[in-house]
């Protein structure tokens, strides 16, 4: 991969107008879809590219599209997650806010091949100047005519509805997002009916994050041979890797999927922020996945080495921890982070999620007691896989791994009766 | 109570929509951007509005934490609390926050100007420690030294005498 391909575009002035896009060669690849293929053709191509989704699950993209039924006599729906809030995720707000329309070419492209006549983008709520940027990029689409009847003089015609949630982490999950849509609350359905059968409005829907879209024209532009060859085998494309935490440059870097994570954190990153810091933990996917010690965290960042370092690529938000973070105030932080979004559906994560966060925090405050630490351990086993959405997993995994890998500190604030980095929140 | 302007947007929404309730949280929005926050007899004209019960419009309203149903301060504050902004002082902006507004979480101060919260990652965490005021972000609202670990907030200083 020779330079940025997805952050392309965002540098330059003027960067989220279709003008930039446009002299950079945008819209082509609507142009080629539309024009020189079928929507079978389409879906073809994105499934020999082995695009897979970049919202946390890696799902094949192309073959996603594929279970949305070519006929049907209800209407089929195209939607955009642009809900991101994982805690250390900020790459789809950097797309959308500075080169909105390399999305909104994805999402003609997919909606195209699904035989979507009305798409919808579901932005957070939080994130108003990305909503600023959608709304005047569709502005200029459907006065370009890119949207609405018959697009690009052929038979197509597209509405792009712009969304903007209200606060509430659930709607990111697909089913959520789609009940909220619907005007209600953020409740996860159960699963099946998956949504290409049974999705928004009770009609076949595909939903595909931020991220994933930005790839689509890409692969329509170039070609699925040239875009395989990018990155590793199964694992293929660029991809957006967010840097938060104890670096000396946090941001969004871009580099092909199976980057070192060393390479990210001590090049990209420029390494530890705080003078003969050492590496203690990283996260590398995002609060919801388990965490890494320093001497397990040397791997590539893509989807199945992660996996097969006993963590998740997830959302690619790498968050680092150097060695003067207390791990239990940290696991405190994310627990009250789920407590305070689970949706209250399901009694596992509803009160497991409440009763870890608890018991982490009277360890934290000096008055936990050795049982504790086993206990945490045992709550997190009993939301796992317990549950509607994978939510209360997202608390449970980091639970599990906090515990376990740094059990010495837990173990250490129940002894001392205070936490030994002087914690006092 | 709900202008006329507000209404028609409204009627638009409902008319572009597969379904007249999936315009209730871009309603909320429009009407919460107007008045402040989402009153009772508001409540119940969007019920009617939208052809569902009020209860249907409250569900919505005390699920998401977006929507005010009750009166702020002219200037919301969002302070992110979560732990990649956490690793980078947030904590401290808080408690500086809430010393020299004289207000706990959730509180207005008393002359109405801002009402301070906790919000969950606001996804700027490369720019921590960061807040929003009425939605508009503000990053970087704080300089805390790697080494000594103390915290300069000239940066927030500065924004909060802006927000007049």
């Given amino acids: 991969m020779s330079g940025p391909i997805l952050l392309a575009n965002v540098g330059r002035p003027d960067s989220a107008s279709l003008a930039a896009y446009r002299a950079a060669g945008g819209y082509e690849g609507v142009r080629r879809a539309l024009k020189d293929l079928q929507p079978a053709g389409v879906i073809d191509e994105v499934k020999k590219a082995g695009l897979r989704g970049r919202g946390g699950a890696g799902f094949p993209t192309g073959m996603k599209w594929g279970f949305v039924p070519a006929q049907s006599p209800k209407a089929r729906y195209f939607v955009c997650n642009a809900d991101e809030s994982e805690p250390g995720t900020f790459k789809d707000r950097l797309l959308m806010e500075r080169d909105p329309h390399q999305v909104l070419e994805g999402l003609i492209i997919g909606s195209y091949a699904i035989g979507a006549r009305d798409a919808f983008i579901y932005v957070r709520g939080e994130f108003a100047p990305a909503h600023r940027a959608l709304a005047l990029a569709i502005d200029e689409l459907r006065r370009d005519r890119l949207i609405g009847p018959k697009v690009l003089g052929t038979d197509y015609s597209l509405e792009i509805h712009l969304y903007k949630g209200a606060g509430a982490y659930i709607c990111g999950e697909e089913t959520a997002l789609m009940e909220s849509i619907e005007g209600k609350r953020g409740h996860p359905r159960l699963k099946p009916p998956f949504p290409a059968v049974e999705g928004l409005f009770g009609c076949p829907t595909n939903i595909n994050n931020v991220e994933t879209l930005a790839n689509v024209p890409h692969i329509l532009r170039r070609g699925a041979a040239w875009y395989a060859g990018i990155g590793r085998e199964k694992n293929t494309g660029p991809k957006l890797y967010c840097l938060s935490g104890h670096l000396k440059r946090p941001g969004v870097v871009e580099a092909p999927l199976g980057v070192r994570l060393h390479e990210l954190i001590f090049e990209h990153g420029g390494g530890l922020w705080r003078s003969g810091a050492r590496l203690k933990a990283v996260i590398p996917g995002g609060s919801s996945v388990p965490v890494l010690r320093a001497e397990e965290s040397d791997i590539l960042m893509d989807f199945d080495s992660v996996a097969r370092a006993g963590s998740l690529l997830g959302s690619a938000g790498v968050i680092v921890m150097d060695d003067r973070t207390c791990m239990v105030n940290a696991l405190l932080n994310i627990l009250k982070f789920y407590a305070h979004e689970s949706c209250g559906q399901c009694t596992p994560c509803r009160e497991g999620c409440h009763w870890m966060a608890k018991i982490v925090h009277r360890i934290e405050h000096g008055r936990g007691k050795e049982a504790d630490i086993d206990l945490i351990d045992n709550v997190a086993g009993n939301i796992m896989g317990k549950t509607i959405c994978p939510l209360g997993d997202a608390a449970a995994m980091p639970a599990q791994s906090f515990v376990r890998k740094f059990r010495d500190e837990f173990v250490d604030h129940v002894r001392r009766g205070a936490c030994p980095f002087g914690n006092t929140q | ?164």
């Fill in chain 2, 1 to 164: 109570m709900i202008r006329p302007e507000i209404e028609k947007q409204i009627d638009a929404l409902v008319a572009r929509l597969p379904r007249p309730q999936a315009a209730m949280l871009p309603a909320l929005h429009l009407i919460q951007d107007d008045l402040g926050h989402v009153p009772v007899p508001a409540r119940e004209w969007l019920a009617g509005k939208l052809g569902v019960s009020p209860a249907a419009v409250e569900a919505v309203l005390s699920f998401y934490t977006l929507y005010r149903r009750e009166p702020g301060g002219k200037y919301v504050l969002h302070v992110c609390s979560t732990l990649p902004c956490a690793l980078r002082g947030c904590e401290q902006v808080f408690e500086y926050l809430e010393k020299i507004l004289g207000v706990e979480a959730g509180g207005t101060t008393a002359d109405g100007r801002f009402t301070l919260k906790r919000a969950e990652c606001l996804g700027a965490c490369d720019q921590a420690p960061v807040l929003q005021a009425n939605g508009e972000f503000h990053e970087r609202i704080a300089e805390l030294n790697p080494e000594t670990g103390a915290v300069s907030f000239e940066r927030l200083e500065a924004i909060l005498e802006n927000l007049k």
